[in-house]
Nanobody, 119 residues
Framework: QVQLVESGGGLVQAGGSLRVSCAASGRTFSTRVMGWFRQAPGKEREFVADIIWSSGSTSYADSVKGRFSISRDNAKNTAYLQMNSLKPEDTAVYYC????????????WGQGTQVTVSA
């Protein structure tokens, strides 16, 4: 089992920056990929970014490329999402998730943290 806890959400003006964190606990040695997803009111949850835990290789949704950056701190078992040049359309609940099974999907999810970007 892996437990994920997000933190760092809040209210920011358009053009501003925010960093959200995801602390993992439990069987963290089995973590293979950590990802960030978001869900805006009335919309489906969408992929934002992910990082391969061992190599640090990253991938991003087109909508955030060049503005968001995902990273991890292996020693702290924590993943981060640095969000710059925020837009009102980035407003959503941001969730982190983990892949622990080889070839598996995102089986573990955090409770989410609200990010609100005002115009």
């Amino acid at each position: 089992q892996v437990q994920l806890v997000e933190s760092g959400g809040g209210l920011v003006q358009a053009g501003g920056s925010l960093r959200v964190s995801c602390a993992a606990s439990g069987r963290t040695f089995s973590t293979r990929v950590m990802g960030w997803f978001r869900q805006a009111p009335g919309k489906e949850r969408e992929f934002v970014a992910d990082i391969i835990w061992s190599s640090g290789s990253t991938s991003y949704a087109d909508s955030v490329k060049g503005r968001f950056s995902i990273s991890r701190d292996n020693a702290k078992n924590t993943a981060y999402l640095q969000m710059n040049s925020l837009k009102p359309e980035d407003t959503a609940v941001y969730y982190c998730a983990a892949v622990v099974r080889p070839g598996g999907g995102f089986d573990y999810w955090g409770q989410g943290t609200q990010v609100t970007v005002s115009a």
